[in-house]
Every structure is written in C-alpha cells, then in structure tokens.
C-alpha cells in the first residue's frame, strides 16, 4: 500500500532535549512537508521540501531542522530552542505543482509533548 | 500576508440538514481551492477540490467557488452525525507549491 509513515505516534521530552520526528513516504512525491498544529487551529507551514537536498522555510520554522538525503524521507528535528513545542505535528507529500488539484496527503501525525 | 480565513465555529446542525462553511481568501490571483476533512485526533483527509467560478457537486458535497468575492464554500446536505468533524480550508496563495490552511471551522451534526 502505497502511503505516508510518521513515528512514534506519541512522544514525550524532557527540557532542553532534542527530538526528531520520521516522515517517510512511499508516493513517489518530490514534495514533503511538516506542519504544527495546536488545539483548535488550523495548520502551520515549518519547512517544506520540493526535491532531495533542498528545502525552505515555512512560516514557523525557528526552533526546528529539517534534512531531506532521500526522496522518501523528511524527518524533522525539534530543537531545545524551540520554547513551546507541544502540539500535534504532521508530515505531508505531493506533487510539485498544486494549483490544478494534485493532492496533499497527509500521514497520521505524531503527538509530542513536552513534560 | 497572504491568508485564508475561516469562522471557527462551533456550528451544529441537527441531523438531516444541510451544514455550510465558508472561507475567504487574500489573494485575488488564487485559482484553486481544497476542502480537508479532519476527525479529531486524525489527520485531514482531501474532500473536495475546486478550480473555476461557480458550484462543484460530488455526492452530498458541494463546493461553491465566487472569484469576484474571494469567497469559497461548502455545503454538505442531509448530514449525518459522521459528518462531525473540523473543515478545513486551503489554497496555494501566490505559490503552486504550498497550501494555506484556514483555521478550521468545526462542525457537530446532532441527532
């Protein structure tokens, strides 16, 4: 089946620690994503990828790192300058271009907590 | 700043009754639209995408686009509580190559 992987589904972090979440898909997609979504919201850009070896700022990317070696894979880095990172983080793939319609899809997310 | 917006609700409706949501959006050059579908706890799942002025239907979804208002809608008829969920808004303002997201409207059909 051909889908979007995100672990661990829960995480817990101490202060001060650094974290990193897996994002691996198997789509065949040159574009990857990671958003942060906190209760009640909407989702929030932090990086995005459109091809192996690049990629860009979203709106809220301080505090957190990205790498992008393979085109299956986006893991995302929560860094101890990042002061309130409790929320419900989701990793996303496509197509390039989404103006025609192309699909986003998402992977089941993963809950972190800062305890 | 580019953006989409969305009245976050709650909205309930009684069952069998049609649910509307509504969005609005900055950029006047925005051609395209997605309506995300996201259970509690659960990652939003594509429910519709629209593209040109006027209605698309697709079973009890229609989407409803207005270029000259900068407004786009949902309506879902004869809901059903399994239609209880947040809805999200989304279009790739002033790029092909990420999507802003609204805030979500949510929406509780009651039986």
């Known amino acids: 089946d051909g889908g979007i992987t995100q672990s661990p589904k829960y995480l817990f972090r101490k202060e001060g620690q650094n974290v990193t979440l897996s994002c691996e898909q198997n789509?065949?997609?040159?574009?990857m994503y990671w958003y942060r979504q906190d209760p009640g919201q909407g989702l929030r850009l932090i990086y995005y990828?459109?091809?192996?070896?690049?990629?860009q700022k979203g709106d809220i990317a301080e505090g957190y790192s990205v790498s992008r070696e393979k085109k299956e894979s986006f893991p995302l880095t929560v860094t101890s300058a990042q002061k309130n990172p409790t929320a419900f983080y989701l990793c996303?793939?496509?197509?390039?271009?989404?103006?025609?319609?192309?699909?986003?899809?998402f992977g089941p997310g993963t809950r972190l907590t800062v305890l | 700043q580019k953006e989409v917006e969305q009245n976050s609700g709650p909205l309930s409706v009684p069952e069998g009754a049609i649910a509307s949501l509504n969005c609005t959006y900055s950029?006047?050059?925005?051609?395209?639209f997605f309506w995300y579908r996201q259970y509690s706890g659960k990652s939003p799942e594509l429910i519709m995408f629209?593209?040109?002025?006027g209605d698309k239907e697709d079973g009890r979804f229609t989407a409803q686009l207005n270029k000259a208002s900068q407004y786009v809608s949902l309506l879902i008829r004869d809901s059903q509580p399994s239609d209880s969920a947040t809805y999200l808004c989304?279009?790739?303002?002033?790029?092909?190559?990420?999507?802003?997201f609204g805030s979500g409207t949510q929406l509780t059909v009651l039986p």
């Open positions: 996303a793939s496509s197509i390039q271009d989404l103006s025609l319609g192309n699909e986003q899809f």
């Open positions: 789509l065949n997609h040159d574009a």
């Open positions: 990828s459109q091809i192996v070896n690049d990629f």
């Open positions: 950029d006047r050059g925005s051609q395209s």
């Open positions: 629209i593209y040109s002025n």
């Open positions: 989304a279009a790739p303002l002033g790029s092909a190559r990420q999507l802003t």
